[in-house]
């Protein structure tokens, strides 16, 4: 039979890095660079286990159906975790979603239809192209550096493609793992103010910090009035991924819209794992978990960048992250890091080439390293391996 | 702000029953046999909280990320459950959803562009036609009666409208509650060859039997060559709703595709609910469990409809349902159901009026009562004063 599909699905990308996926899956007792997870050793299985017994011990009407909007406990405790990073956010004007993917899915279903623009950084994360791509939207990139989108670029696309929202992830991005400076945060917003254009504020990260004197002041802590600005985060790094769980927030009428349009959608998230949630914050301090997890995450980032410091930093070079889960390097011109990556693969350990997360103008001589995932043990011996190729790639 | 939405938000309806919530909400002590859930008290707690005890004692993998499909050994014990209702599918063909609800979205979201036309039966299940709304579709209703659509009618509007799908409740639906014939279910499928059109099964109340005895094939079964039938059912109503756990069958093509927009949806479904579920299946007799639900929602069923006995057959009648979750009653010609409805709340009983559930020519003087949700004795409290109602109309 010949189906006859919807025609977002003919513009519909799958995950551009399925290509190299298979080129990993192929090799042999490889150390892989090239995930996204958190590190399994670190997850507080115990404190969830107990979680879910206080879920159990509440009641059978636990596991009725809940609210669309998410369990009314966990909405609240999510806006006291917020309120320590200066977001206020009342319970209503907060939505749980799966993850922080379906935030920005159902940010794009109410925004975007065929031909709309959104404007991004590039490089940018894979799964939010995804979601705009599914709705048949026109991604256009905004020049930038380390600290963020040029504010110049920034107007001049603004002016010319009168986007329905800027996509950013200014606290440790992924790729490459940046961080905007407060002076580029707050430029981005008044653009936004002066077009009267919505920015989606991704912050999965944001809780895995390395320098805790350091504050980055979310967007949506800048936007007073509380109009143009949509955060989302997750705990899927800062708790468990399997529980599936994230939120979005900013201004009340787009909640709503977006609490409606969740409906019918898939009527709710697990509410057993929200409620699990909600006694996890309750009786567990997750906020030392999560010094715990920058303090572990860091020194795992400082053993990979100890070997990359035994290259020649004229063909080799990145930022040392402040957090976050990825280390972003540049390697020399000429490389092409998909090639690269085979002879990588033979050697025993993966990374992800850069090239993929760009929207245009991609640099084929960039890579993305993950250091959750992996083991300290596991970077050290992964790492020997990487440094031997590159080291090879140098002398070539 | 002025924000600017999606073309699609715009043609958005929320949920038609919104205001007869309000009317019930309004009242006092009022038992409501308005909504759609199952009984808290059948829940099997008890064995889904070792089943969550099973995911923690398995190791601390089991809260990683998980496959985007849904689980393996999950839907390998689905192909199994299947196969007792003869359908036959396997683990590849299978996508597990958060709820049917999700299944039907995604089905919406990858065949339905603006003004794509989907044939339903009427009256019909509401959240799907709000997913169908959401992509902008319309809507075209089939004429049927008690046994399903007319065949005739059916085969008009195929021609008449070249739909995308036809979708379908045959077994217990919602709201009516009606079982399709055997003949029928042949000859949709047969139509649905002749104009190759894709069937969108809902089966969310199959398992809810009150005549084991009879055997009602799902139209999956009867598409041997698994090309015309999307076949999506849930763990809501057998297991419990808060774990949010449905799946969707069919044509591996199309399972393919559902796979790659789920993974722009929300990546992936709760993979601790799945991996619960899973040992559900494996250490709990499901099977058993969905027959006690049966004998005992027969017995809310017969002690609601005991009540309804007591009337003037003239102007209360219904058809004695063979399973599922409603009860479908037609009141006199002249009855208003929206307004009897504010009658009952003030006697402290209330039901949903059936208008909303119609996609067009809405029956004002039908009601859904749902039977599950209440205990028995809560019924017969509840049903007293709405014969007491009713009695009051017939005299007027």
Known sequence: MDYRFADRVKQFKTSAISETTEIIRRGKNVISFAGGFPNNQYFPDEALQRAFEQVFASGSGALQYGMIQGYLPLREAIGVKMSKNEIASKPEDILVTTGSQQAIDLV???MLSAGDVVLTENPTFLAALQAFSSYEAKVVPVEGDQDGMFPEDLEEKLQRYKPKFIYVVPTFSNPDGKVWSEARRQALLELAYRYDTLILE???YGDIQFRPEERYTPLIALDRQRTHVLYTSTFSKSVVPAIRTGWITGPGQIIRLLTQIKEAA????SSIDQQALYYLLRDFDLDAHVRMLGTRYREHMQT???YLKQLDPATVSWIEPKGG???WVKLGEQVDAT???AKAV???VAFIPGAPFYVENPQRNTIRMNFTQMSPQ????????LVKVLGQEQRE
Chains 1, 2 share one sequence.
Do not use: C, H, K, N
């Open 304 to 306: 990979m960048q100890s």
């Open 202 to 204: 991704d912050d999965p």
């Open 266 to 269: 898939d009527l709710m998230s």
């Open 325 to 327: 889960m990825f280390l």
């Open 108 to 110: 794009s279903r109410i």
């Open 339 to 341: 090639a690269l990556l």
């Open 378 to 385: 596991e970077i050290a011996t992964g790492m020997e391996r």
């Open 346 to 348: 033979e050697q025993g």
